[in-house]
């Protein structure tokens, strides 16, 4: 088949177009790879765009040198990736090849003209597809079917391909949870095979993992996936608590819905004590911020709730009003998507946290002279302007002071 849609169309900048020719000069095949090909073919515009060509990386400094072509980041080059700036755009051109060893983690590449090797040692159907830039899809595993029918299957023997890379088996569920339509529709023997091999994902960094747990976690299925973890052996192996939460999680996910909650505030549904979240740390180096916000979260879920009456959002407010923390009120905003408080966050999020109308300054003018004594007195408005709902301005402070 030929693809010729408007996403399509929309890759040829002039930078691509000059890719193109240089390659083409040379007699060398250049195709678009990978993910880009499966969210071109589902309608959508790709993030990121990966080249792959037969000219070996040799070859590609050579030609681009010749050219005066700009070549950055030599990191990828032992695996065969030259990255080229034209016309602004960074164009990531990788040789194709064949992996000789694997560990399980990395791999040792050796360089091939042939596309089908290369596809081969791709890891899901739908990842594996090239697309001339004359629109042409080269497919040798089925991919543009199993996209249609929103099906998620490994290239080749599912075990073969998990040993390659153990972290595939997080992969596998990411693009279950981002293609395929309903929960459950997995082939038996992949799920078998993902168990059996569960223990080596103990070998994978933490960091790799956690990117791909992440995206997991903001997909659709994720109570499926995150259950499928645990009844496959995977979740001891991901720094995930052996006895995880799964009905506060499936209650979680569902108030969460469609309120773009971050990846951590889903997870935390999971844990139970604040230990959950140190060792989920000490296996997947979160960031110090995700950290934090697991930490509150376990620590407030339960005791900061909202009010009863007329004025439901109060004890959030008031919390942030006496935090002395910059980012209390994105936590806040996450904690009431964990509580499924739409109507709250939404509140919230209009909400222009109020400034303290009285400084030291105004009481020095009204007589208040020693450091000490301005101090316990702004605490003492300070309490009067709460009460209020903050709502007090400066004269009716001051004019509270001469009460006091």
């Given amino acids: 088949m030929k ?5 399509f169309q929309a890759l040829f900048t002039p930078g691509l177009r000059s890719v193109a020719e240089l390659f083409e000069k ?5 195709r678009i790879a990978g993910g880009a090909v499966r969210d071109l073919l589902s309608g959508m515009t790709p993030q990121d765009i990966d080249f792959a060509t037969t000219a070996t990386p040799a070859e590609m400094k050579e030609m681009f040198m010749s050219a005066g072509v700009r070549m950055i980041n030599n990191k990828g080059e032992k695996h065969g990736t030259i990255t080229a700036r034209l016309h602004e755009e960074n164009f990531e051109i990788t040789t194709l090849r064949i992996d000789v060893v694997t560990d399980g983690r990395h791999a040792e590449v050796e360089f091939t003209t042939d596309w089908e090797k290369d596809a081969e040692r791709r890891d899901l159907t739908v990842n594996s597809m090239f697309l001339g830039l004359d629109g042409m899809l080269y497919d040798f595993f089925n991919g543009y079917e199993d996209l249609k029918n929103k099906k998620i299957r490994f290239v080749g023997k599912a075990s073969e391909r998990i040993q390659e890379d153990y972290l ?15 929960p459950g529709d997995h082939d038996p023997s992949t799920l078998q095979a993902i168990k059996e091999n569960a223990k080596g994902l103990a070998g994978i960094s933490g960091e790799r993992i956690w990117v791909e747990l992440k995206k997991i976690l903001v997909g659709n299925h994720v109570n499926h996936l995150v259950r499928l973890m645990y009844e496959l052996d995977i979740a001891q192996y991901i720094g995930l608590p052996l006895d995880g939460n799964l009905e506060e999680f499936d209650r979680v996910t569902k108030n969460t819905q469609n309120l773009c909650p971050k990846p951590m505030t889903v997870l935390t549904s999971l844990f139970s004590v604040k230990d959950d ?55 806040i905003c996450e904690l009431l998507k964990y509580q499924g408080e739409e109507q709250l966050l939404r509140e919230l999020q209009q909400w222009t946290i109020p400034s303290f109308p009285v400084s030291g300054h105004d009481l020095r003018k009204m007589g208040v002279s020693s450091g000490k004594e301005i101090g316990a007195v702004l605490q003492q408005l300070r309490d009067e302007w709460k009460k209020s709902g903050y709502h007090m301005d400066k004269e009716e402070l001051l004019s509270c002071l001469k009460k006091l």
């Fill in 277 to 331: 979240v140190t060792s989920l740390d000490l296996r997947l180096k979160i960031s110090k911020d995700e950290k934090n916000l697991g930490l509150f979260l376990v620590k407030y879920r339960q005791e900061l709730t909202k009010a009863t009456g007329p004025e439901p959002l109060r004890p959030y407010q008031d919390f942030i009003m006496d935090s002395r923390e910059a980012n209390t009120n994105s936590r």
């Fill in 3 to 7: 693809l010729q849609s408007p996403q």
């Fill in 26 to 30: 040379k007699n060398f095949e250049l």
């Fill in 168 to 182: 595939r088996i997080l992969r596998y569920f990411r693009f279950y949870g981002r293609i395929a339509e309903k």
